[in-house]
């Protein structure tokens, strides 16, 4: 089986996306979850590099960290509002699906 994404989730995000994207067998940590509530982007960046795992966020300061740095295993981003949370899950899991980790690494898919 070739390698899969793993995604982490901002603090931001419903924790209804993780639950969903758990039952269609997609491996996803939420911020609550590894004890980073109310940490920094900065170390919520230094997570997902240590775990290698691509962050769904709404936060824009993320946008800023990508600008300036493609050292991080992958962004998604969708603005907050624009999507429902089931198009979020339909986002998500289509990435999972086409793209492989490697391809993801220094990368930012707007959802």
């Known amino acids: 089986m070739s390698e899969k994404i793993k995604f982490h989730l901002d603090e931001n995000a419903d924790p209804a996306i ?4 758990r039952r269609y067998g997609i ?6 979850e590894v ?3 109310h940490k920094s982007d900065e170390e919520q960046l230094k997570f997902i590099c240590e775990s290698q795992r691509v962050i769904f966020t709404q936060d824009t300061d993320f946008l800023r960290i ?5 050292n ?3 962004i998604t981003y969708c603005q907050k509002g624009t999507r429902s949370i089931g198009e979020i899950i339909s986002g998500l899991s289509l990435i999972y699906e086409v793209f492989s980790p490697a391809e993801m690494i220094g990368q930012v898919e707007f959802l």
């Open 18 to 21: 993780a639950a969903e994207l």
């Open 27 to 32: 491996d996803v940590t939420t911020t609550q």
């Open 35 to 37: 004890g980073l509530l």
């Open 66 to 70: 990508a600008s300036y740095s493609q």
């Open 72 to 74: 991080h295993p992958g």
